[in-house]
């Protein structure tokens, strides 16, 4: 065939009478699943639905709210034990988190100016 068939051509010998909506699928029943699950379970598949984290009680900080001038946030990540120490010497000393930063600041800026201004 040289040419290709014209889809306006109405030769009357299409019918459509064959063509219905699908009808949907039944939805799968709880038991089934169930079933699912256990035969997976079986066989050392892996599931990767998330799993509910345990209900670890997580002591809460008292929220520290001060007016002090200070209006610059700064975000940082470290570890857990870093946090703590860092809340534990702001607690001892009754400094706000601040105060604490800043004197932190001052301190190691004293020890790198003693350390390159030494003999």
Known sequence: ?????SVFDSAG????AGFAPKTP???QSEAAADAVRAVSEASSFRSREPVAA???E???REPRRYRTGRNVQLN???R???????HAIADAEG???GETLERAVAALRREIDSRDGAP
């Open 1 to 5: 065939m040289a040419e290709r068939a």
């Open 13 to 16: 010998d299409f019918d459509v």
């Open 25 to 27: 699928k039944p939805k």
């Open 54 to 56: 345990k209900a670890v």
């Open 58 to 60: 997580v002591p809460r």
């Open 76 to 78: 940082v990540k470290v």
């Open 80 to 86: 857990a034990e870093t946090l703590d120490a860092f």
């Open 95 to 97: 400094w706000v988190l």
